[in-house]
């Protein structure tokens, strides 16, 4: 049997500069004028490989997930993939009807109803007519928004929005599903929900592309996955062994000190740039290991470049296989910062108690300005790894949970 | 939530009824292939002018009222200027229905030129999220415009009825409105694509209209062209329809069939020429939309 989707070499080529390909009419007519017998080549402009040489088969029925760094050249292969881009060179086959979801909610407008949205999406989505008219009351009923059909979409909640995105999608009719990063977006139950739709798809039948930075859900959703880096692929294989390399590669030395200066995944403003994350004691020493519901200082360093008034912090920790165990912020803490001059500083987290199970975490790093906009944003700049500790038993038997309770047990039983 | 109330969507892929599509990417598709695809894709082709009409007229209460508005005030305007202070010859028509029958079918393309000029840049959004022939989006927005062109048409054979003109010949607008479509089309699908590229051509759209419109008999019968520039006028192919479009307002005027033709002939290798265009950039559209 054919595979559902073929790549045969394929590259696609950005130049950058210059508004990205576009200019004006007047200045090649102005330059044509200039000098009409010169023979401008694009050879002057920069060029970025989104993907490179990239070769890979997909057999029908299998669910694929891609992971990778921001950059690596997912967004760009999904988009191959949907025909929205074309590559710059190589093949790419594809059998089958394919429908695409870069975004939930493709083609909605505002000022038409949720019904008239329904219509509007699911044909630009590529369902017939027909098809929506079968199928309105099942995708309205998937949503739950019964109540507000005939209502202006300007008028819903962004968590209607979404699920009414969604619904219209999981409700198209294809043989290539191809999935970029729905689930990022929406609430927990939202997002249980888009997983056990997918989940069934797969049992459907159906080929599945599937990119997210939840790599719990790409290791759940998936039997296969795809690791890009810089546009080529790094690793091709079962999920688990790509992810478990992956999330390895995030950091490899496991100091208790760390130096951030390098790291040139980043992204905000940089008018703050962390430098240095230190791990210490309650005593502000440090730490030789550290273990579940130890207490600890998280020293953050960091150089401002431009002062910021009114700045936030917050960090996340992320377990190996990519589940948000936990998250925090000064503005959830209500500790305000006035002013940050030029210059280098610290700020402490104290962790009272880290009731997180033993394994290896990673810890991305969030700065803003006081409207919100990022200043610097370091995911996954770090792991450590939790040693176990006597506090919660004898740590038998656990399959992996993420949180250890302190607890006691009382039997009351007839004399 | 309920589990009741959210039923999944089972559908096996084996259940489809559906020959596999292939795709491979490197094509450029052919011309009548191209044509094939967006006739494949005629429902989006019709949700797309849907969506822009329903909002038009949902947002404007003047909507419908602007439609009428337009062509009737220019007509007036048109009247009093050129018949009763220039007294420009109508070739015996009255000259209401004279400038009336010349102002619609200008008025169309006069619309639906900068509409479609704009229309790959204003759905950029969707360029980027999906696929779908590109070519639905101008040819989409230039059967917007067709919306308060009928709503002419209505008031158009009102006033022939007023003028007691009234004949089967007005049929021939159906044959005609094609026509005017495919040209605004085939000219609006190329600037379209060039508006891409060249960012600027927007704001050079009103002034080769307003240009256009003195290059065409609206204000003017073509009779009045001096004979050795007749040849150059026709190669406008609006000058073909619109005088078409006139004279199937009077019984007796004979149409000119030269103009006609060449002004056919021109819109098709305008046709063949900005698809050639439109698919040659249609592969960098969602690059730099």
């Known amino acids: 049997m054919s595979p559902a989707i073929s790549v045969e070499a394929v590259s696609k080529r ?39 040489d990239l070769s890979f088969a997909i057999n029908v029925g299998e669910v694929v997930g891609i992971v990778g760094r921001n950059g690596a050249g997912k967004s760009t292969l999904l988009k191959i993939l949907s025909r929205i881009t074309r590559p710059s060179s190589g093949l790419v086959r594809v059998r089958g009807r394919v429908a695409s979801l870069l975004e939930v909610g493709t083609g909605f407008h505002e000022e038409l109803t949720g019904r008239e949205n329904v219509y509007l999406s699911g044909c630009i989505l590529g369902m017939p007519k027909r098809r929506i008219d079968d199928q309105l009351d099942a995708i309205v009923a998937y949503a739950d928004v019964e109540r507000f059909i005939d209502t202006p979409i300007k008028h819903y909640s962004s968590g209607m929005r979404l699920r009414l995105g969604f619904a219209v999608a999981a409700h198209l009719e ?7 990063e729905v689930l990022a977006v929406g609430d927990g139950e939202f997002q249980q929900k888009c997983l056990r739709t997918m989940g069934e798809l797969h049992n459907s039948g159906r080929t599945v592309l599937f990119v997210s930075h939840n790599l719990a859900a790409v290791e ?5 996955a795809l690791w890009l880096e810089q546009g080529q692929l790094q690793e091709d294989g079962p999920a688990t062994h790509v992810i478990q390399s992956y999330m390895a590669t995030f950091t490899s030395s496991d100091e208790r000190v760390r130096d951030l200066r390098d790291i040139p995944d980043r992204q905000g403003t940089g008018d703050l740039r962390f430098t240095k994350v230190e791990f210490l004691g309650p005593d502000r020493t440090p730490l030789a290991a550290i273990r579940s519901g130890d207490s600890l200082v998280i020293r953050l360093h960091f150089e401002v470049h431009r002062p910021l008034t009114h700045p936030t912090f917050a960090a996340d920790l992320h377990t190996f296989l990519g589940t948000l165990a936990a998250q925090v912020s000064t503005q959830n803490d209500g500790y305000t910062i006035s002013l940050l001059p030029s210059g280098p500083g ?16 990673s ?25 176990p500790s006597a506090r919660y038993g004898l740590m038998r038997g656990l399959r992996n949970p993420v949180l250890l309770l302190e607890s006691q047990w009382e039997v009351t039983a007839p004399d | 939530m309920p589990e009741s109330v959210s039923p999944s969507p089972t559908v096996t892929a084996a259940a489809l009824p559906r020959p596999v599509l292939e795709f491979v990417s490197s094509d450029s598709p052919g011309f009548l292939a191209s044509l094939r695809e967006l006739w494949s894709y005629r ?9 822009d009409i329903t909002i038009r007229y949902r947002q404007t209460l003047l909507g419908i009222g602007w439609a009428v508005l337009q062509p009737v005030v220019t007509m007036l305007v048109f009247t009093i200027l050129f018949g009763v202070v220039v007294k420009v010859p109508t070739d015996g028509i009255p000259a209401p229905i004279f400038y009336f029958s010349g102002l619609l079918p200008w008025l169309y393309f006069a619309n639906a030129i900068p509409a479609s000029t704009s229309s790959l840049l204003g759905n950029g959004y969707l360029i980027k999220k999906i696929y779908f022939p590109r070519l639905a989006l101008p040819a989409g927005t230039a059967l917007v415009a067709l919306v308060d062109f009928a709503i002419g048409i209505v ?21 005609l409105s094609i026509h005017l479509w495919l040209f605004s089309f085939a000219l609006g699908a190329y600037l379209s694509a060039l508006n891409v590229k060249y960012r600027d051509v927007k704001h050079a759209i009103p002034f080769l209209v307003q240009t256009w419109l003195f290059l065409t008999p609206v204000i003017y019968p073509s009779s009045v062209v001096p004979e050795r520039f007749s040849l150059l006028i026709d190669l406008n192919p ?18 000119d069939w030269q103009a006609l033709g060449i002004s056919a002939g021109v819109t098709v290798v305008l046709l063949f020429l900005s698809l050639a265009y439109f698919r040659h950039a249609e592969g960098y559209f969602s690059d730099i939309v």
């Not at chain 1, 294809?174 to 970029?180: K, T």
């Not at chain 1, 880290?354 to 394994?359: C, D, E, I, T």
């Not at chain 2, 429902?43 to 969506?51: I, K, S, V």
């Not at chain 2, 609006?238 to 149409?255: C, D, Y």
Request: hydrophobic letters at 50%; charged letters at 20%.
């Open chain 1, 14 to 52: 950005f130049m950058l500069g210059h508004a990205q390909g576009t200019t004006m009419l007047r200045e090649v007519v102005m330059n044509a004028l200039r000098a009409p017998f010169k023979r401008r080549s694009p050879g002057e402009r920069e060029v970025l490989w989104a993907l490179r």
């Open chain 1, 174 to 180: 294809s043989d290539i599903l191809v999935v970029d």
């Open chain 1, 220 to 224: 759940n959703l998936c039997t296969r």
């Open chain 1, 346 to 361: 610290y700020i402490d987290l104290a962790i009272e108690c880290l009731p997180l199970a033993p394994g290896r975490y």
């Open chain 1, 363 to 387: 810890l991305s790093l969030l700065a803003t300005d006081h409207g919100g906009t990022w200043a610097d944003h370091l995911q996954h700049c770090t792991s450590f790894e939790i040693l």
């Open chain 2, 43 to 51: 429902e989006l082709l019709f949700f797309l002018a849907w969506r």
């Open chain 2, 155 to 175: 008031i158009l054979m009102a006033m022939m009825i007023y003028y007691d003109v009234m004949s089967w010949r007005l049929l021939l607008w159906i044959p």
């Open chain 2, 238 to 255: 609006l000058t073909g329809i619109i005088e078409s479009f006139r004279k199937a307002t009077v019984q007796t005027a004979s149409f």
